[in-house]
């Protein structure tokens, strides 16, 4: 029996497309108002064939879109606002069309000018053809959104309206249903739970004009702090130099050494959960040179070793965070030398990846990953080669799970 939930103060915004299944959107527009969630509709002009404005106000209590230019509507509540106020995007029944449309950045309509446009979690709920279901360019598309961070609820396998039989029906509401109803009350627990993440790479000064560095972009970091937010953690993001921009709803500290870093992880102290996904040179200069130094036969700098911030957070004994995520950047021994880490520096998951490879780790959008874990019952989980924001997706998975 379905139990009922308040969700009197969720959001939520459907996108109906056209497909026989948009029926099936009736009901699951039923759950959420039954649930008290408040509901705001979005009609693509094929869904209008198959279900009506008036049934889904009926249902619904909430406004429906249909047009991108419409005047009333951009005065009440233009589309980016629309985009906005939603706590999360549902689009159900999601058909091969509009799959194909999100994952080319298509914003010709009002349904897809809102996805591109918003800032909130996605769940795309398919139903289709069995054919049209496993054609190879349905499959890339949905690769594709799915790296974009988009969740895919279904389809499931049976009967079609076209008389065919196999994978491509939508889920059934209640699992739809279900399965956001627990992404939006993990959210509500969530916004109590402070999660810092350093990222990128620092700068360590020989004189005014002059450091050394890695090749750390920050992609990984910024894609882990990205996901925390998306399930509603209080993020903070601590990052060396980068060209990467962020959410304004995470906090964003800027820095440029490993003692600034240093410094502005034990300001944000404490919190329950911390990533040190950041490339932390692990020397800086002895002395800094106050002027340019001027060029030489040769030059000797003398480095000095900087302070190893995760070692030090970790073995924080009063304010050490619930859950303390360490990566391992190894060219060699890679399991050997993480788990290395893991112990010596108290961590309760090492994430480690092979940098020797170039289609993987520092600047690239790709990586694989072992997440080691200290439990020796779960011991290890390789994820593998995909884009960093899905790794840093099926990361903020696991932490969700172990925080709940
Ligand atoms: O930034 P990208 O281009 O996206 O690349 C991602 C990445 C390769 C940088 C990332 O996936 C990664 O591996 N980050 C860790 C890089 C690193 O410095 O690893 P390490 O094995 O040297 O350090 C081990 C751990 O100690 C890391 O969590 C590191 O953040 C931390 N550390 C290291 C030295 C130091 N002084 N302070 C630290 O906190």
Redesign the pocket.
Known sequence: MHKMKNLADKKILFIICGGVAAYKSLELIRLFRKNKASIRTILTSSAKKFVTPLSITSLSQGKVYEDLFNIENELEMDHIALSRWADVIIVAPATANTISKLASGNAEDLASTVILASNKQVYLAPAMNVRMWEHQSTKDNLKTLKNYGYKVIGPTTGDMACGEYGEGKMSEPIEIFNEIQNFVENRKENKKIKALV?????NEYIDPVRFIS??????????IAKSLHKRGFDTTLISGP?NLDIDQEIKLIKVET?DE??KA?QKNLPTDIAV???????FKIDVKSKDKIKKKERLNIKLE?????????SNHNSMRPKLV??????TKNLES??MK?LKN?N?DW????D?SKEN?????DY?E?TIHYNDLKKNKETLSHKK?SEISEEIVDRIVTHMN
């Open positions: 350093t990222a990128g790479p620092t890695n090749k750390s972009s920050g992609k990984q970091g910024y894609e980068t490993a870093m240093f992880t040190f996904s950041a490339a932390v040179s692990d070793r900087n302070v190893d911030i995760l070692n030090y957070i995520i360490g990566f391992a950047a190894e030398n993480a880490k520096k961590c090492i994430v480690a990846n940098v993987i780790g520092f600047n690239s990586n990953v960093k």
